[in-house]
């Protein structure tokens, strides 16, 4: 779901959230 997704609090922590 979470690949490509630049998040506010981690913009380089993007694949993280798989």
Avoid: N, R, T
């Avoid at 997704?5 to 913009?11: A, L, M």
Wanted: proline fraction near 17%; aromatic fraction near 22%.
């Amino acid at each position: 779901m979470y690949k490509y997704v630049p998040w506010p609090h981690k913009p380089h922590d993007k694949a993280s959230f798989l």
